[in-house]
C-alpha cells in the first residue's frame, strides 16, 4: 500500500510540473521549468546513444555545451528512448525543439534571465522581442547535441556544422531526402533549409514547411507529429509527439 501511494504521489507531482509550465507566466518560470521545457515536453524530447568503440577506432561524437543554456540541458536526464547500451565508451544525447513554438522560445530567454541576472533591463527587453516573433510559413526544429566521448573522433560534429560552404551545400542536399516531419496518416513536409549551429546556443537548425498542399501541415485534430532527422549512415533521431499536448495558451505550438 505504502509503495502504491508513494507512486502515485511521484505521478501527481510530475503532472503538476508539466501543468505549470503551461499555467504559471514564462516570466514566473525557475530554472527546473526551463530544463523541463528544453528536453521533456510537448514541444521537446531527448534521445541518447550509447556507442562502444569499433575496432578501427570510430565512433559517435557529441559536441560539448558551449554556453549556458547547452550546460543547463546537458545536466537534465534524457527522456524517451535510450538506445544502446550504458557503459559504453561514449554516450551522445540529442535533444530535439520546436524553436518556432512559443513556449521552447520563452525557455531560452527565461533561462538567460535566471543564469545571466546583470544583464541590462534594455537588453532584456531586446531579448524578449524574440519570444513573440512571427515565423510565419515555416518550422524550425532545433538539434543540440550533449554527451561524453572517450575516443576523441568528431565525425558528428562535421556532419552537423560543416566547415566549408561546398560540404554545407551538400549536407543540406542530402537532409533533404533522409530529414522531415511527418503525420500520424503518413504524409510528410521534406526540409527547406537548414542551418549550422551558432553562438546562440540553440544548436543546428532544420527549417520545414507549415504548410502541405495548401493547407496547415498539421491542426489540434492530427494525433502525432514525428520529427525524423538523419545525418550520414550512423546517425538516426526519431522523436514522436503528442499535438494534442501542444497547446500553450490556448493555441496549437510547434
Avoid at 537534465?76 to 557503459?87: F, V
Wanted: overall charge positive; glycine content about 6%.
Amino acid at each position: 500500500m505504502k509503495r502504491i501511494l508513494f507512486i502515485c504521489s511521484a505521478l501527481v507531482l510530475l503532472n503538476a510540473s508539466a501543468f505549470g509550465q503551461k499555467t504559471k507566466p514564462w516570466t514566473e518560470w525557475n530554472e527546473k521549468d526551463v530544463k523541463k521545457v528544453l528536453t521533456d515536453s510537448a514541444w521537446a524530447q531527448s534521445q541518447t546513444e550509447y556507442t562502444e568503440a569499433a575496432p578501427t577506432g570510430g565512433t559517435i561524437t557529441p559536441v560539448q555545451p558551449r554556453n549556458a543554456a547547452n550546460t543547463t540541458a546537458a545536466q537534465n536526464t534524457e527522456s524517451g528512448e535510450t538506445l544502446g547500451r550504458k557503459g559504453a565508451a561514449s554516450s551522445t544525447i540529442y535533444r530535439v525543439a520546436f524553436l518556432t513554438a512559443k513556449p521552447v522560445r520563452a525557455a531560452f530567454i527565461r533561462l538567460i534571465e535566471l543564469q545571466h541576472p546583470e544583464t541590462p533591463a534594455a537588453k532584456v527587453a531586446e531579448f524578449r522581442t524574440f519570444i513573440d516573433r512571427d515565423f510565419g510559413d515555416i518550422v524550425i526544429v532545433t538539434l543540440l547535441l550533449d554527451g561524453t566521448n572517450k575516443l576523441g573522433n568528431d565525425s558528428t560534429t562535421k556532419q552537423i556544422s560543416p566547415a566549408n560552404p561546398e560540404a554545407l551545400t551538400l549536407l543540406v542536399s542530402q537532409l533533404k531526402t533522409t530529414t522531415y516531419l511527418e503525420r500520424k496518416d503518413g504524409k510528410r513536409v521534406a526540409l527547406n533549409d537548414y542551418r549550422p549551429a551558432s553562438q546562440d546556443g540553440m544548436g543546428a537548425k532544420f527549417i520545414f514547411p507549415r504548410t502541405l498542399d495548401g493547407q496547415p501541415f498539421i491542426d489540434a485534430n492530427s494525433g502525432e507529429l514525428r520529427v525524423n532527422i538523419q545525418l550520414g549512415k550512423t546517425v538516426k533521431v526519431n522523436r514522436r509527439f503528442k499535438v494534442a499536448e501542444m497547446m500553450y495558451d490556448g493555441k496549437l505550438e510547434y
